[in-house]
């Protein structure tokens, strides 16, 4: 997936380095986890925790286990050096010098050598992904990367038309003096969106003779990314690839009875949020702020150089944390006062939705609550904004656009602010100690979409 996001990170140059019992964590620091592997003829495995300052845990689980006792991490190469005390029965000295493969994917690898006194044996551990019942575990195909400098222009006939969510993709082939190509071409906007604008699945229909105008991917994977579709006889543009949120005309801050800011429609109307952001992908920071640790530099320069290609949400993972508000199909609020609680429904993804709940009741701590996507939330009011305080969270999807990393001891304050009919304002500060140095602050605007309700959308990326 093409993003021309720049970072604002700014990172501590110290080596803070790794951590003690068996994590599900996907997408935070990467050694995180239950690895297995032979050693021989014996079966292995490796819990490994990661505290926000060191590397912990254990092998072989259970009441013989061996202490994981010291363990170094070298970010710039991936590199690793782990050591642990045997038993009480058997105090022999492990070591494991090896490397991290695979950084993106859940089942990554560690390959090198194990060493228990004097034999040394080559080993390849691999991580165990432990995906939870909401997770999408199927196969999927990789999400496309793209390069913005490779500009093509594709002269053919559409031999397949899938008109699905997040995006619609069509089959072209190409015929030259040369060579006959088969394309796979991506539109930038889902059928939800387009069908807003008033395309549906048979504005694009097999045996077209079309020109597209489009970026493709690296290498000879002959995949590109349409800018423009139109039909090459008379040159009709068939796809408007952007959409402008329309607004109502100014007016004040709906309320309720009791002068409460109300987060959805005033009485009798509808309508919904959407990020009046120039890219919905891409969150505003306030530069200098995100100060990430060595591993998650790291990491997120894994992901950049990477182009974004294990970006979960591309395998219809939930987007949770901030990135849900960047949704290109929006949310709604429902306030359900009478059960203290607000619901907050989101247009992207699965039709995921978020408990706000407004009740009173204190935080629990991050150690006591079932970690999910979008995490435990309780909020107040404070004069007419919406104070959110979230922990909770588990480390299977990407919080923030970009490939900003998390762990599970991600806390998020988030304030909602509605100025005016039109217009709400989000701040929100990130809190992972584990992560970054210090808790550092992002927002944007969202703008009302007035008169209209959030069109069905479910991500089908597991049905191509």
Known sequence: MMRDWKSQLVFVSALVLVSSWFLSAQEGHPLTGTWTGDVGPRHVTLAIEWDGKNVTGTINPGPDAARIANVRLDPAMWSIHIEADGTNRDKTHIVIDGGLASIGSPSRTLTGTWTEGAVKTPITLTRVDSM??????????????????????????????????????????????????????????????????????????????????????PGSEHQALANTVALAKGGAQLFKLSVTTQTTTFGPVPRWPDGQPRLGPPVRAKGYWKA?????????????????????????????RTGFRDDPMARCVPPGGPRQFLGPQGFQFVEQRELGRILVLLGDGDRNWRIIYTDGRPQGQPADVVSSYYGSSVGRWEKDTLVVDSVGYNEKF????????????????????????????????????RTYAKPWNAGWTMRWVANQEIQEFFCEEKTS
């Open 132 to 217: 939870s019942a909401s997770s999408n575990s199927g196969a999927l195909p990789a999400d496309p990367v793209y390069d913005s400098e490779r500009h093509v222009t594709l002269r053919g006939t559409v031999t397949n038309v899938e008109w699905i969510n997040p995006r619609v993709r069509f089959g072209v082939v190409v015929r030259d003096a040369r060579a006959t190509t088969n394309w796979h071409v991506e539109l930038a906007d889902s059928a939800t969106v387009l069908e807003r604008s008033g395309w549906n699945a048979r504005s694009l229909k097999i045996g077209d003779a079309v020109v597209v105008q489009a970026i493709a991917a």
């Open 398 to 433: 990407w919080f923030m656009s970009g490939g900003l990393p998390h762990t599970e001891a991600l806390h998020l304050t988030e304030r909602f602010t509605r100025t005016d009919l039109n217009t709400l304002k989000y701040d929100v500060t990130i809190d992972d100690p």
């Open 276 to 304: 009046d952001v120039p890219q919905l992908d891409v969150a505003t920071l306030k530069a200098g702020d995100a100060v990430a640790l060595p591993w998650a530099k790291a990491v997120h320069d894994y992901r950049l």
